[in-house]
């Protein structure tokens, strides 16, 4: 199923709304999209979303939303599995938790017991904690991190909101990583060149297995290309990269599409990683995913992070690494390294 399906009309047949919320505009906004859908009063969001026993497979099939107030931090310093991208103050802050789409190797799976989607409506807050750190420093945030923001625009509009903040505020960068095939949006926001696209790249074998919901590799590409039509810096993200029996040959498809698809001379940067994951989550994964040939690959545990082994790992990367250095300059590719 192609983003387009969902990202509009996505049904959240049941609304949970945390009483100290009901009457935020953004609430009100948001409900006001979905007249049709169950509207529940809650104390607080972690009662449905912390509930014990749910079930994270079953849950994705037909999520429901949470609208809430964040009452803690909403930005934190980068996880070291993250690649910075040589800034020196990296952090990502979570305004939404989980995503419409659903990729089987999605490390939410493992973090959170629940697949609904939580949005919180006091967005402000984040900002205000984003100026505390910007009257220290620069900032590099990544605002789409536990989510795929892009595809919750219809329902937040929340990129927007970010773009607009991050113009306002000139030593903040923020990058926004998507597989939607959204190109509206480009429309809506002022262009800015510390607002980043940056869109994961997958061969189009393992978007039609194991990315369900997500935009195609030409819709992504055509993405890619009108965000820098209308002035964003954009950067490709070949992470993760998964294994399977033909990857080799699936890649090297993958980047000859790229190559006919793209202006790779007006890319910002590209990212290569490999598939990995915390030894915590990958116990979820595999537990809700018996089957999944993804979460049941054998992967050795390097100091508490589930990687490909070796051998594996490093064929994989040289062969992105050798693909890719042939079309770009060396100093644009950032490989996952920690
Ligand atoms: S797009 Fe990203 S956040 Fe969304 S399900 Fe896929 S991996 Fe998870």
Redesign the pocket.
């Known amino acids: 199923m192609s983003s387009a399906t969902v990202s509009c009309n996505f049904p959240f047949s049941h609304i949970y709304v945390e009483k100290a919320v009901l009457d935020h505009p953004r609430t009100k906004a948001i409900l006001a999209r979905f007249s049709k859908s169950r509207v529940i009063e809650i104390g607080h969001y972690k009662d449905v979303f912390n509930r014990p026993r749910q079930s994270f497979t079953l849950q994705k099939t037909s999520p429901s939303l949470i609208l809430a107030e964040n009452t803690g931090a909403s930005v934190f310093p980068g996880a070291p599995v993250c690649q910075d991208f040589g800034y020196d103050h990296f952090y990502y802050t979570s305004s939404c938790r989980n995503?419409i789409?659903?990729?089987e190797?999605?490390?939410?799976r493992g973090m959170y017991g629940s697949a609904d989607v939580v949005v919180f409506v006091n967005l402000e807050d984040a900002f205000s904690e984003v100026e505390k750190l910007l009257s220290k420093h620069p900032v590099y945030l990544c605002v789409s991190f536990?989510?795929?923001l892009i595809a919750l625009e219809n329902l937040t509009g929340y990129v927007s909101e970010w773009a607009e903040f991050t113009k306002e505020h000139p030593d903040l960068t923020i990058e926004i990583r998507t597989?939607s095939f959204r190109k509206d949006i480009f429309q809506k926001i002022p262009s800015c060149d510390r607002v980043i696209f940056a869109y994961t790249l997958s061969p189009k074998e393992v978007i039609e297995k194991f990315?369900k919901r997500?935009a195609t590799l030409p819709e992504r590409l055509s993405a890619a290309s009108c965000a820098m039509d209308k002035g964003f810096p954009v950067r490709l993200c070949f992470d993760p990269v998964v294994y399977f029996p033909d990857w080799k040959n699936a890649c090297t498809e993958m980047v000859a599409e790229v190559k006919n698809s793209i202006d790779l001379s007006r890319i910002k940067d590209v990212s290569i990683g490999t598939f990995r994951i915390s030894s915590e989550y990958i116990k979820k994964l595999r537990k809700g995913l018996p089957g999944s040939p993804i979460c049941q690959f054998p992967f050795e545990n390097h100091g508490g992070v589930m990687e490909y082994p070796d051998l594996i790992r490093k064929d994989m990367e040289n062969t992105l690494v050798t693909l890719l250095q042939s079309l770009i300059s060396q100093e644009k590719i950032f490989l996952a390294t920690f």
Do not use: V, W
């Open positions: 995503c789409f659903d990729c190797y999605c490390f939410l536990d989510t795929d597989k990315e997500t």
